[in-house]
């Protein structure tokens, strides 16, 4: 089924759930918001139901830890904070946390700026730009600063090892490179599409900025972009589903849950309920979100989870959103955005859902 979704193009159309996640698509329709399914030799729950989502992203940590990796899987995305448990997980999460609050995400702006500067700078030139380096005695106070600081650290209580640190940058490696780009994409795709939304979005960001760099105090400014940005993250959200198995047998709602079966939290299902989201919730529609994203949910958080829910939500969420901010500020500054005749519809979920 799967395949066979995959293999054709859709027309423009934001109705893209039939064709990226067929299968999940006619099961829902089928038997409803939470079902069985076998995968490979494990039996899953795959659940879309907000009540249950709620309670199971809630206990993460006691009863619905993260499954191991593959193989594969951890050469490719690292063995970091994303995918490990317990102590370990808080004392990563503890430097994470550290790296992407407050002040420290206020002196990233910078850097963000000067990084989309040498993108547009290559856009209009074609040509590569090495950034320049200095040597530092620190090793800074950004993430990469703090977990090389940890590996070099005396105690061992607070000491990363190597293999911790190379699997951390390559977690933030895959967040900030192939998430983040791939939402970026989609927003982009989604401005050519919708004129109207890119003439307001621009208005905005000149009225806020003028021809200047975006500045933090602006950033938050940004309601339309708010709104495109969170109406992208429901239809086109880069994590589709949330993977997790039951440690020990636990009662979750009306149902009783044997040790060891699998539990796919399907974000991507949530987001496009027509009984959460109305009748239009397929269409594009970023107005949803012109007031609180309280509003557009109806005081139920569990129903938008792009960056998940709990204390295993996306730590780097707000480095995201001021990451993507800053990007299409300066993007709309510059260029006006079309569609280009070639354009081939069909997304793809690749680990996270690509153009
Ligand atoms: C649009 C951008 C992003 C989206 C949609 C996104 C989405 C998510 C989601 C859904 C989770 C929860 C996974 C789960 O519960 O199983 C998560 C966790 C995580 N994200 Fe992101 N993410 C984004 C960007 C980033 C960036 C830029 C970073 C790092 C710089 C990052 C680092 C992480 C980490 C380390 C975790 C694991 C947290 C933990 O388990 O304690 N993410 N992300």
Redesign the pocket.
Known sequence: MRMEALSKCLALTDDIFPKVQPHFYTWINRYGKNYLSWSSVRVELVTSDPELVKKL?RN?ENFFP?RKLLDIGEKLLGN?????EGEK?AK??KL?DKA?HGERLNNMTPTIIASVETMLEKWKTQESKEIESGEADSFGDD?LGLLVNAYHDWNDKNKLSLEDLVG?CK??YF??QS??G??NSWIVLHLAIHGDWQEKARREVIDIFGNQNPLLEGITKLKTMFMIINET?RLY???NG???EVAREVQLGKLVLPANIDIL?L?SGLHRHPYLWGDDAHLFKPERFSERIAKATNDNATTF?????????????T???I??KIVLSMILQRYTITLSPAYVHSPMPII?LVP
Do not use: D, Q
């Open positions: 992203l993460s993260k970091g904070l994303a995918f490990i997980w990563h999460r994470a992407f993430y951390e977690t933030v967040a900030g998430i983040l791939s939402l993250l959200g880069p994590i949330l993977p997790r939290v974000n989870a792009p960056f998940g829910l709990g204390s295993r939500s996306c730590v780097g969420m480095f995201a959103m990451e993507t996270s």
